[in-house]
C-alpha cells in the first residue's frame, strides 16, 4: 500500500464501509483513515508555514506547532499500529516537532 499526502481524502459511504479509492477501486475506512491523518499533517503543516511568513503571534505559532506535533503522532501511531513502514522523513519531523515541544513546555 502506498501512503499518499495527496490533495483531498476520499469520500466515504458509511452504509457500505467503503470508499472509492484512484480509478474508482474501493478501499476500506481504515485507508481512509490513513488519508484523512496525511490530510490533517498536510494541513497543519500548512498553517505552521502560513504563520512564519507573517507577523507572528507567539501563542496562536506554539498552538499550530502543537498542532501539527499531534498531528503528526497519530499519524505515525496509524502507520504503526498497521505495521506499515513510517518514512524515515516523517519519523525525524515527528522527532523534531516533540523536541520543539518539550523545549517550550516549561
Not at 466515504?12 to 474508482?24: K, Q
Not at 501539527?68 to 502507520?79: K, Q
Request: net charge neutral.
Amino acid at each position: 500500500m502506498e501512503i499518499s499526502l495527496g490533495d483531498a481524502a476520499p469520500a466515504v459511504s458509511f452504509e457500505s464501509g467503503r470508499a472509492p479509492g484512484p480509478g474508482g477501486a474501493c478501499v476500506t475506512t481504515n485507508e481512509h483513515s490513513l488519508d484523512l491523518l496525511a490530510l490533517q499533517v498536510r494541513e497543519a503543516r500548512r498553517r505552521v508555514a502560513e504563520q512564519r511568513r507573517g507577523p507572528t503571534n507567539g501563542s496562536a505559532v506554539a498552538e499550530s506547532r502543537r498542532r501539527l506535533r499531534d498531528d503528526l503522532e497519530r499519524f505515525v501511531g496509524a502507520l504503526e499500529a498497521r505495521n506499515l513502514p513510517v518514512p524515515p522523513a516523517l519519523r525525524d519531523e515527528l522527532a523534531l516537532h516533540q523536541r520543539l515541544g518539550d523545549q517550550h513546555s516549561w
